[in-house]
């Protein structure tokens, strides 16, 4: 874990998707920086979060914590990612940024509501530049179960970019947070993803169910 070590900006971290991100990828070793709109929200979650994980995690306002990671993990809800995007823009030139983002509209969540770019990751990079590497991701996965990291996720990860290398590195990260994860085309196809969460909190309110998910299947092993 050493040579592969990453320290990892997560911006709106103080939630329960990023709590989980957090904490898992700071068992595994990697370096995690909280970031949110008040420092010291981000400094009090950064304390809370690391005696969960048995790891230091720091907590730093949006920007400062953009500035100060190698890969920036964007987990803030829709009706803030403009406003997160123009924050942090200054800060991520030349870096991976994982967009968790899901364009959920309430209160029709359950409705999928694509916005005109074709999906929040794509307008990511759209705002962002292409000399940011953007990468979707982990929007299929339940909040409560990413929360707890005794939790065996039972959902795969769908990993979109432009940038092939980069979607290797966050499927590597998905493997250190528990996860199975695939490459699964560009940027223009994390509109599929993004999507299928909608389709995924209806079937989660029509079962009564708390985490429904997906699996790719039908791949040789490549163990």
Known sequence: MENSKKRIAIIGGTGALGSGL???????????????????????????????????????ENAAAAQAGDIVALTVP??????????????????????????L????????????????????QMSLGENVRVVSAFQNVAAAHLADPAHDIDCDVLVCGNDREARGTVIELAADAGMQAWHAGRIDNSAVAEAM????????????SDGAGLRITGIPSTK
């Open 22 to 60: 957090a904490i898992r990828w700071a068992q595994a070793g990697h370096e995690i920086i909280i970031g949110s709109r008040g420092a010291k929200k981000a400094e009090t979650m950064a304390r809370e979060f690391a005696e969960k994980a048995g790891k230091s995690i720091r907590g730093l």
């Open 197 to 208: 969460t909608s389709a995924l909190i209806f079937i989660n309110g029509h079962y009564k």
């Open 78 to 103: 829709y009706a803030n990612h403009g406003a997160t995007l123009d924050t942090i823009r200054p800060h991520v030139d030349g870096k991976i940024v994982i967009d968790i983002t899901v364009p």
């Open 105 to 124: 509209m309430p209160p029709k969540v359950r409705t999928v509501q694509l916005p005109a770019e074709g999906s929040a990751a794509k307008a990511a």
